[in-house]
């Protein structure tokens, strides 16, 4: 065999070794980091909110925006629709689930971290309606920013949002008196 050939060859076992390595490798690597962050934006406690951050926005009116963020926060595969009511700055988000085919605790959690950050990154948003098939649950603006103590732009920086919000998710008595504080149903 000559130099060419031998080149070749060693050109030809070098890809394919590469070809291995990243096809039994490195793609699986990948595809189960992309699982496992696409199965933590399920739950507050470990969703990413950086993520969130291109959806600020000024005006609750800006539909495709307001969806986009939805879409992009836990209970979102169970999403049903929107509504928009601009007279009272409401956004309802319809859900095609039962409040009863989820842990309460865990629905609650979900809800809470939901309209804190509607509220958050959404400027002029007043009320979020969460509307299930049988029941609906209405957040206040002005209840959420009492209970946080600040504006609530002022969360939008991640360490904040998590000291502030994200920590008082984890125990279960934390979650239901947080529900209790901006829940605004009657």
Do not use: C
């Amino acid at each position: 065999m000559n130099g060419k050939n031998r080149w070749i060859v060693s050109l030809f076992i070098i890809g394919l070794l590469g070809l291995v390595v990243v096809e039994g490798f490195v793609n699986p690597k990948i595809a189960a980091d992309q699982s496992r962050y696409e199965a933590e934006q399920n739950s507050p406690l470990t969703h990413d909110f950086t993520a969130l951050a291109k959806y600020q926005n000024a005006y609750m009116g800006n539909f495709s925006n307001l969806s986009h963020l939805n879409q992009n926060l836990p209970l979102h595969k169970q999403l049903d629709g929107y509504q928009l009511f601009p007279e009272t700055l409401t956004a309802q988000i319809n859900y095609s689930l039962n409040t009863d085919e989820m842990d309460a605790v865990q629905l609650d959690r979900i809800l809470v971290y939901n309209a804190l950050a509607n509220f958050v990154l959404i400027d002029n948003l007043e009320q979020v309606v969460y509307q299930f098939k049988d029941t609906r649950v209405v957040f206040d603006r002005k209840l959420a920013q009492q209970w946080a103590g600040t504006e609530l732009k002022a969360l939008q920086k991640p360490e904040r949002w998590d000291s502030i919000v994200r920590e008082k998710l984890v125990q279960p008595a934390d979650v239901r008196a947080l529900f209790s504080q901006i829940v605004d149903n009657f």
